[in-house]
T-cell receptor, first 115, second 111 residues
Framework: EAQVTQNPRYLITVTGKKLTVTCSQN?????MSWYRQDPGLGLRQIYY???????DKGDVPEGYKVSRKEKRNFPLILESPSPNQTSLYFC??????????????FGPGTRLTVT | GQQVMQIPQYQHVQEGEDFTTYCNSS?????IQWYKQRPGGHPVFLIQ?????EVKKQKRLTFQFGEAKKNSSLHITATQTTDVGTYFC???????????FGQGTRLTINP
């Protein structure tokens, strides 16, 4: 089954304790992205990657890191989490197509609480 | 930077009534996409509009892309309880999959 998986699905942590949220897709997609969703703000892009070893900042990258060493994986790293990073996080992937037609497939989400 | 505004933020309707959500971008878009997120779920792709003035239909859903490629709308005819959820538009101004999402319209339905 074609899917995007994220782990963990729920996480409660404390300020300053490094954490990683994993994202994996089995569709051989070149493009992957991380979003955070907060009430009233929609989804905001954190980082994206257009292929292996190619990553770039989205609209709200502060406090986050990413890496893309393999095509299928795109982990999100919070080196020193703070309470304002409490949010619902989504990973998404899609094909890169020359026609400009694409659709993003989203993972199930990770609900992170930083106390 | 690019902004995408979506209204209304909430809409409550009786089952069988129509529903419309509107999306407006501060910049001209390469394409616009619509996603639906059920309560507790993740966004699911509905459609992508690329051409100026484009209108697409999916059963009871009608999507429009404005002539200037800066606004869009989603209209649902005769809502059903399965339509409950939050509808997001997402604009791509550069054609590089850098989507900027609207705030979403949360639709609730009285059966």
């Amino acid at each position: 089954e074609a899917q995007v998986t994220q782990n963990p699905r729920y996480l409660i942590t404390v300020t300053g304790k490094k954490l990683t949220v994993t994202c994996s897709q089995n569709m051989n997609h070149e493009y992957m992205s991380w979003y955070r969703q907060d009430p009233g703000l929609g989804l905001r892009q954190i980082y994206y990657s257009m292929n292996v070893e190619v990553t770039d900042k989205g609209d709200v990258p502060e406090g986050y890191k990413v890496s893309r060493k393999e095509k299928r994986n795109f982990p999100l790293i919070l080196e020193s989490p703070s309470p304002n990073q409490t949010s619902l996080y989504f990973c998404a992937s899609s094909l890169m197509v020359a026609s400009g037609k694409y659709e993003q497939y989203f993972g199930p989400g990770t609900r992170l609480t930083v106390t | 930077g690019q902004q995408v505004m979506q209204i209304p933020q909430y809409q409550h309707v009786q089952e069988g009534e129509d529903f419309t959500t509107y999306c407006n971008s501060s910049t001209t878009l390469s394409n616009i996409q619509w996603y639906k997120q059920r309560p507790g779920g993740h966004p699911v792709f509905l459609i992508q509009l690329v051409k100026s003035g484009e209108v697409k239909k999916q059963k009871r859903l009608t999507f429009q892309f404005g002539e200037a490629k800066k606004n869009s709308s989603l209209h649902i005819t005769a809502t059903q309880t399965t339509d409950v959820g939050t509808y997001f538009c997402a604009g791509d101004s550069k054609g590089a999959q850098k989507l900027v999402f609207g705030q979403g319209t949360r639709l609730t339905i009285n059966p």
